[in-house]
C-alpha cells in the first residue's frame, strides 16, 4: 500500500503514489532539515545532515503511541514549535553572520526594526518593503509548512504502525550505539541531539539575560568619578578643543588584513607625517569593543561611560541613570562647551541629555543637501564641515568639546565618497555627481573580494577626511581622539574574528601626550601587534586619571 493514498478503482493511481511519495519524502527532508540546520552559515555542509537526531526518534515515538485524535493535535503543536525553532536557527545565521553572535530572544527583537531601516537606506524603499513582506511570508510558511509536514509524517506512521515501529526501534538503536562508540563522520558526531542542546543554550541565554539586567543595574550605581567636583576633573586639558571621533566599522582588520591593510597602512602613514610636519603627535593603542558588525552606540556608550554595554538592556538601564559619560564630565567643568555631530541620527535622540551635549547636531540639522551614501545620510567631510561651520569655526568664550560620529565607512561600503577641496564643499550638493558615479551596494555587499576592498577604501577616506580636517583647521589647542567603535561584519573580518579596534590620541602640546607616557601606546596613528589592549571600558577611568588632578 502507497503511504497516505488507499488503493481506488479509478482515476490516475500511478500519479496518485507519486504524489504521495513526494509528499511524504518531501515532509520527511523538511523535519530532518529543521532538526539538524546548524545555527552558523559557516557550519551548513552536507556532513551537517550526516546525524540520526534523537529528538526526531523521541518525536515518532510519542506519535506511535497517542491515540487518533491526540496524536493529530500533538503533531500539529509539535510542527508549529519546530517551526518557530527553525525560524529562530535562521535569526542565529544571521546575527552570527551580521553580528559576531546569536540571537537574544529577549532583547533583539528591537534590532529587527533597525534592519529594516538599514535595508531601505542601503537598497531603497521598494527593497525593503520586499524584505518586510518576503520575511513575514517565509515566517508564515515556515510555521504552516512544518505543522503540516509533521501531521503528515504522524498520519502515515499511523497507516503504516508496523513499519514505523521497527524502523523507529532500529534508528533508536544506531543512535544509542553511536553515542555510546562516538561514532563520527567528518568529526560531526552521528548521534546528534543538536536541537535540544540549542532549545537549552536559548533557554540559558534567558535566564542569564534576566539575571545580567539586575547585576548590571547594581554595578551601574557604582561611579568612582559619579561624585567628583567639576573644578576636580580634566584639570589638564582645560583651554584644549578636545574631539571624540567614532569611525565607524573601523577594526584591527582594517590594519591587520592582508587583503585590506596596505592601503590603510599607506594611509595612516602618510597622515602621521603630515601631522608630525605640522607639529602634531600622535600616540595609539587597541581597545576590545563590547559589539561587532553592528549596534554601534553600545561600543560609543561603553567608550564614554567606562562600563562594559554588550546589549539593550544595559544601554537602557544605564543611559536611564546618572553614570558620568566622559561628555558629560567635561559639562560639569563648566570649562567646555559641548556639542554632538551625528549625522547617523535621523530622529529624535532623548539620550543626548544623558551624555551631557549642550546641543546635538543630527542629520536633520547639519544642512545637508547632497544624496545619500547608502545607509550613510551624508560623506564624513560635509559632517566635519558642517561641524567648522556651525561651531568649531565660530567664536566662543569657552574652548569646545565635541563627540562625532563619521559614518561613511558603515556597510554596505558602497558607493564611497571622494575627498575634494573644503572650499567646495558647500552645501553637499556637489556629491551628486560623485555619488552618481559611485559602485551599486548590491553589486559590492554580495562579492566576497569586492566588500574587502571597498571597506578598506571606505576607512581610507574616512581617515583622511579626519586628519585632514585637523592639518586644516586645527591649531596649538587641538586634541583628537578618536577610533573605531567595533569590527566590521564576518564577511570582511572573517569568522571568529577578534573585537579589537584602533585607537589614537593626536595633539600639538607635548605636554598633552606627556600624560599619557605610561600608557605604553606607541608612536604614530598605527598600532602593531605588540600594542596593549585594554577593554573598551576602562578607558573612561584612565582618561580621567590621566588628565585630573591626580596626574602630576
Excluded at 554601534?296 to 539593550?312: E, K, V
Excluded at 559632517?383 to 561613511?408: N, Q, V, W, Y
Excluded at 571597506?455 to 577616506?461: T, V
Excluded at 577610533?483 to 602640546?509: C, K, M, N, Y
Amino acid at each position: 500500500m502507497t503511504p497516505g493514498v488507499p488503493p481506488e478503482p479509478g482515476g490516475h493511481p500511478v500519479v496518485a503514489r507519486t504524489v504521495a511519495w513526494a509528499t511524504t519524502g518531501l515532509s520527511l527532508a523538511l523535519v530532518f532539515l529543521a532538526l539538524l540546520l546548524p545555527a552558523e552559515l559557516t557550519l551548513i555542509e552536507p556532513t551537517a545532515f550526516l546525524r540520526i537526531p534523537v529528538e526526531g526518534i523521541c518525536g515518532a515515538t510519542l506519535l506511535l503511541l497517542l491515540p487518533s485524535r491526540a496524536r493529530r493535535v500533538v503533531a500539529v503543536l509539535a510542527g508549529v514549535v519546530l517551526g518557530a525553532l527553525t525560524l529562530l536557527n535562521l535569526l542565529d545565521i544571521g546575527f552570527n553572520e551580521f553580528l559576531g553572535r546569536g540571537f537574544n530572544v529577549v532583547l533583539d527583537w528591537i534590532l529587527l526594526d533597525d534592519a529594516e531601516s538599514y535595508v531601505e537606506d542601503a537598497f531603497g524603499g521598494t527593497a525593503a518593503t520586499l524584505a518586510m513582506v518576503g520575511a513575514v511570508v517565509l515566517a508564515v510558511a515556515v510555521l504552516v509548512l512544518m505543522a503540516l509536514a509533521v501531521l503528515r509524517i504522524s498520519d502515515v506512521m499511523a497507516r503504516n504502525g508496523a513499519v514505523a515501529t521497527r524502523t523507529t526501534l532500529v534508528l533508536g538503536t544506531v543512535w544509542v550505539v553511536c553515542a555510546a562508540l562516538g561514532v563520527q563522520v567528518a568529526g560531526v558526531p552521528v548521534a546528534s541531539r543538536s536541537t535540544a542542546a540549542l532549545v537549552q543554550d536559548r533557554a540559558e541565554r534567558v535566564r542569564k539575560t534576566l539575571a545580567d539586567e539586575r547585576e548590571f543595574a547594581k554595578v551601574a550605581a557604582v561611579d568612582t568619578y559619579g561624585d567628583t567636583p567639576g573644578d576636580q576633573l580634566l584639570t589638564g586639558l582645560r583651554g584644549k578643543d578636545v574631539m571624540f571621533t567614532f569611525i565607524e566599522s573601523y577594526g584591527r582588520t582594517a590594519i591587520e588584513d592582508p587583503r585590506i591593510a596596505p592601503g590603510v597602512g599607506r594611509t595612516l602613514k602618510n597622515a602621521t607625517e603630515r601631522l608630525t610636519k605640522a607639529g602634531f603627535a600622535a600616540r595609539s593603542g587597541w581597545l576590545t569593543s563590547a559589539t561587532y558588525g553592528g549596534s554601534s552606540w553600545l561600543g560609543h556608550s561603553t567608550f564614554l561611560i567606562g562600563l562594559w554595554i554588550d546589549n539593550q538592556n544595559r544601554y537602557r538601564t544605564v543611559t536611564a541613570g546618572d553614570h558620568l559619560s566622559l561628555t558629560r564630565a567635561f559639562q560639569r567643568t563648566g570649562a567646555w562647551r559641548t556639542v554632538g555631530i551625528m549625522p547617523g541620527v535621523q530622529k529624535a535622540w532623548p539620550e543626548g541629555r544623558f551624555y551631557g551635549l549642550d546641543h546635538v547636531y543630527d542629520s536633520r540639522d547639519l544642512g545637508y543637501q547632497g544624496p545619500k551614501f547608502s545607509w550613510s545620510t551624508m560623506p564624513d567631510q560635509y559632517a566635519l564641515a558642517a561641524f567648522e561651520r556651525l561651531e568649531h569655526g565660530r567664536k566662543h568664550d569657552k574652548p569646545l568639546m565635541s563627540e562625532i560620529i563619521l559614518t561613511s565607512s558603515h556597510q554596505p561600503w558602497a558607493p564611497i565618497p571622494r575627498t575634494i577641496p573644503w572650499s567646495e564643499v558647500g552645501d553637499g550638493s556637489v556629491y551628486r555627481a560623485i555619488q552618481k558615479a559611485g559602485k551599486k551596494p548590491a553589486d559590492v555587499f554580495t562579492d566576497t573580494t569586492e566588500v574587502k576592498t571597498e571597506y578598506g577604501k571606505s576607512i581610507q577616506y574616512s581617515v583622511h577626511s579626519l586628519i585632514d580636517y585637523v592639518l586644516t583647521y586645527g591649531d596649538e589647542n587641538t586634541v583628537l581622539v578618536f577610533l573605531g567603535d567595533h569590527q566590521p561584519l564576518a564577511r570582511v573580518s572573517g569568522d571568529h574574528a577578534g573585537r579589537d579596534v584602533p585607537v589614537a590620541i593626536v595633539a600639538h602640546d607635548e605636554a598633552v601626550l606627556d600624560r599619557i607616557s605610561g600608557w605604553g601606546w606607541q608612536d604614530g596613528l598605527m598600532p602593531d601587534a605588540k600594542a596593549p589592549v585594554w577593554k573598551m571600558s576602562s578607558f573612561r577611568d584612565r582618561f580621567l586619571d590621566a588628565y585630573g588632578p591626580r596626574q602630576p
